[in-house]
C-alpha cells in the first residue's frame, strides 16, 4: 500500500521560512512524468494548488507565493518537498502532497498544518 507523509508544519512568524516534505513509503515506482505538487487548504476555504512539478521538472506556482516557495523533487527517493519563504498569515492553512503517476492513478497525504502568526 502506497503513503504519502508530510513533514516540517509548524508554527512561524510573519516573514519567516519552513520547508515541508512529503516522502512516498510502499512498493512503488514514480518516473519523472509524475507529476508531484503540494495543495492546501484553509479554514473555511477550498483546496487550492500551491505548486506542481511535473515532467522535465517543469514547475507551476499559484500567483499568490511565486518568488517565495519553491517546490524541488528527487524521483528516485519519491520525495517532494516545498521551501517557504517569506511566509505570510494568509499562508496559514493544512498543506497536502499529491502525486499523479501516467497511469493517473493519484495519492495524497494526510497533510500537515503550517500556521503563520502576524
Known amino acids: 500500500q502506497v503513503q504519502l507523509v508530510e513533514s516540517g508544519g509548524g508554527f512561524v512568524q510573519a516573514g519567516g521560512s519552513l520547508r515541508i516534505s512529503c516522502a512516498a513509503s510502499?512498493?512503488?515506482?514514480?518516473?519523472?512524468?509524475?507529476?508531484m505538487a503540494w495543495y492546501r487548504q484553509a479554514p473555511g476555504k477550498q483546496r487550492e494548488l500551491v505548486a506542481s512539478?511535473?515532467?522535465?521538472?517543469?514547475?507551476n506556482y499559484t500567483d499568490s507565493v511565486k518568488g517565495r516557495f519553491t517546490i524541488s523533487r528527487d524521483v528516485a527517493k519519491k520525495t517532494v518537498s516545498l521551501q517557504m519563504n517569506s511566509l505570510k498569515p494568509e499562508d496559514t492553512a493544512v498543506y497536502y502532497c499529491?502525486?499523479?503517476?501516467?497511469?493517473?492513478?493519484?495519492?495524497w497525504g494526510q497533510g500537515t498544518q503550517v500556521i503563520v502568526s502576524s
Open positions: 499529491y502525486v499523479r503517476r501516467p497511469s493517473g492513478m493519484t495519492y
Open positions: 510502499g512498493s512503488i515506482f514514480f518516473s519523472s512524468l509524475s507529476t
Open positions: 512539478i511535473s515532467g522535465g521538472d517543469s514547475t
